[in-house]
């Protein structure tokens, strides 16, 4: 018999109290003053209302460089980390779990592509696996992205490894119940992974084992410094990818990566279908024409992309048309990883209700995520436990003013009018 939602399940010897997670998002929380507060307030909603998982997004394991968004919280500091237990306390006081995702953007930081930082930061320069490839390099030279990148040296890259390690034994010391790696969306561990980006003639590049190299070496690092934690990682098929890009991740490539995960000791895999670029096969649905309008957010966009974002905006509408919405999207490629591996499979990605997630358990996945769904209902695991389907649109007005800073929240009228609803008929109590 296949698993139900509200059934348990165990991962890396934590038992969570059902199946359904919230997906990693982008906080914007910072770590200012205000940061933990700010995360509470995201997060806790999630695990009032039911939630057997929160991955809180993804934070940055260095002190300088490697956001990809504006409003990334920094957890390289022990100091600011261990004020993060009020967050974890407020989580397990629901009966939640929370683990902390850790990342470092790499080419795909803010030092890349947000022209207002670059000023900012003039000399401060991208950690890269390799050179750019030509295709980042044709951009660089149209202006469009910024290109001046710091290869990392092979003690570097054990270096790296080992601020994630630290970062982990921050989280684990600050109450957070696991570790979740950044392993896809163009982040610096997908870029180890990839034979768009890494081209390496050391011990980290080369076939497909040796550019997994990274991965264990982030495992361990995080289990000598962590002890035997609850540990997840993101592994991307770059399917997604423009036909121009011959050297990618196919799906058997990701399929093979999660088998490697397995051996290495990872407690479970989220594979999500990707590219090697930041786009839309990441955020599929509709082109958010409401948020690229809004004139609210105009002064941000041109402080991000400079005076050609309208044209930015005009590459998104035509890229939307390719990635138009699928619901669960990444489950085929979730079943074929659960054929090879006996981990638990985490599927994310266009889930949307409990009819769909039904027919995923135990065959394509394990537990399943959502993510934007909660910018429109921060208390969503009430209904979705209770056998109803979220009211996002998939219509993506919530991500695009986050290149700005703001926040993600719901801005579509149609979408909060009956989240409004829903909570005046008590929807949202647990």
Request: proline content about 6%; hydrophobic content about 40%.
């Amino acid at each position: 018999m296949s698993p139900r939602i509200a059934d348990p399940v165990d991962i890396g010897g934590l038992t969570l109290p059902n199946r359904l997670y919230r997906a990693p998002l982008l906080e914007c929380a910072g770590d200012g003053p205000d940061a933990v507060d700010a995360l509470i307030d995201e997060l806790e909603p999630a695990a009032e209302a039911g939630a057997g998982l929160i991955f809180q997004g993804a934070t940055i394991v260095r002190g300088e460089g490697g956001c990809a968004a504006p409003g990334m919280t920094r957890v390289h500091d022990p100091s600011f980390v261990s004020r993060l237990e009020r967050l974890t306390d407020a989580i397990g006081e629901h009966g939640s779990r929370i683990f902390l995702q850790l990342e470092h953007g790499g080419l795909r930081s803010l030092e890349t592509w947000h022209a207002g930082y670059r000023r900012e930061n003039p000399d401060l320069r991208q950690l890269a696996v390799s050179k750019p490839p030509l295709l980042l390099r044709a951009a660089d030279r149209l202006g469009f992205l910024a290109y001046d990148p710091h290869v990392l040296s092979t003690d570097e890259v054990y270096e790296l490894a080992a601020d994630f390690g630290r970062s982990a034994e921050y989280a684990i010391e600050a109450g957070y119940d696991g570790i979740h790696l950044a392993g896809a969306n163009m982040g610096i561990v997908q870029q180890f992974l990839s034979p768009f980006y890494n081209r390496r003639t050391d011990e980290f590049g080369g076939g497909l084992q040796e550019r997994i190299r990274f991965l264990r070496v982030v495992h361990d690092e995080i289990r000598e410094r962590a002890g035997d934690v609850p540990l997840v990682t993101k592994v991307p098929a770059e399917t997604g990818s423009p036909r121009v890009v011959r050297r990618r991740l196919d799906a058997r490539d990701a399929v093979e990566i999660c088998r490697a995960c397995e051996s290495i000791g990872f407690d479970a895999v989220v594979p999500v279908r990707g590219s090697v670029f930041w786009d839309m096969s990441v955020v599929r649905g509709e082109h958010p024409e409401r948020a690229w309008s809004d004139e609210r957010f105009e002064p941000g966009y041109e402080a991000a992309f400079g005076p050609r974002w309208r044209a930015v905006a005009l590459a998104n509408r035509l890229h939307a048309r390719r990635f138009s919405f699928e619901p669960a999207w990444n489950a085929e490629l979730c079943r074929r990883v659960r054929e090879r591996v006996s981990i638990p499979v985490l599927c994310e990605g266009g889930i949307r209700g409990a009819d769909r997630i039904d027919s995923l358990l135990g065959g394509a996945c394990d537990a399943v995520g959502m993510g934007r769904p909660f910018y429109a209902e921060p208390r969503l695991p009430a209904r979705v436990l209770a056998g109803e389907s979220a009211v996002c649109e998939s219509c993506n007005n919530c991500t695009v003013p986050q290149v700005t800073g703001a926040d993600g929240v719901c801005r579509t009228p149609s979408v909060l009018a009956k989240r409004g609803e829903l909570a005046r008929e008590g929807a949202y109590e647990w």
